[in-house]
Every structure is written in structure tokens, then in C-alpha cells.
């Protein structure tokens, strides 16, 4: 049975991404890109910055693919911008971690399971 995408979502936000699992990530990406899946940033717990921190950097990175229309990317990076704006993160310095990770305060990005996502970044693609 496949995790529910606001299961996954949560575990990947509360937890350091060198424990994200690639189903978790899938589950996520699939939601945002073709299941209509919006995360309420609201509902994160407030006491826990990094996972605020997290939760943005996932929905901002997945965002970056082609299989997002227009009108949802609008919406979802709109959602992003202002949970970015409302946390004003600190610009990590640890080497090795990708750009985007670090500007929203992050020393863990998700680039090694990024490739891993190919086959699902199509317009195409039927689950």
C-alpha cells in the first residue's frame, strides 16, 4: 500500500534527510507534481524550526521541474516564499550541500536521491 503523501511529508520534515527514504521522497514529489498535493506549512510544529526550515527547502526544490504547471508552481512558490520570508534562515556555510539547502539554513540537501526521481519528471509519466 503506498504511504499517504501527508505521512511522507511529515517524516521527511521531522527528520534529517540523511534518513529520508526514496519512497518518502517519491510519495512527496508525485503528490506535488500530479496529485494536487498542497502542504500546509501552518501545521508544522512552531517549536521546531528545522523542520519549518525543511519543509520548505522539499516543496521549493521539487517545485524546480518541469512537471509542475504553471498555475500550481505560481501557488506553490508563493506558499514557500512566505514561509522563507516569515523564517528569515540563516545562510548555511557547510560544504557539500547544494545551493538552494543553504540558503534556506540547511547543512542536508536531498541531491543524492535526486536522480533517483528522473523516471517520474516527465509530463508523461502515468502512475
Not at 534518513?19 to 508544522?44: C, H, M, N, R
Request: net charge positive.
Amino acid at each position: 500500500m503506498p504511504t499517504d503523501v501527508h505521512t511522507a511529508f511529515e517524516r521527511l520534515v521531522t527528520h534529517d534527510f540523511d534518513q529520508a527514504s526514496l519512497e518518502d521522497v517519491k510519495t512527496v514529489a508525485l503528490g506535488l507534481w500530479y496529485q494536487d498535493f498542497i502542504p500546509d506549512f501552518t501545521q508544522l510544529p512552531v517549536t521546531n524550526l528545522q523542520s519549518q526550515l525543511r519543509a520548505g527547502y522539499l516543496v521549493d526544490r521539487l517545485l524546480r521541474y518541469n512537471c509542475v504547471s504553471d498555475e500550481r508552481k505560481k501557488t506553490l512558490f508563493a506558499n514557500v516564499t512566505a514561509l522563507k520570508t516569515h523564517l528569515k534562515p540563516a545562510v548555511s556555510t557547510k560544504p557539500n550541500v547544494e545551493p538552494l539547502a543553504k540558503n534556506w539554513g540547511l547543512d542536508q540537501d536531498l541531491k543524492r536521491l535526486a536522480k533517483e526521481l528522473l523516471p517520474y519528471q516527465t509530463r508523461h509519466y502515468q502512475r
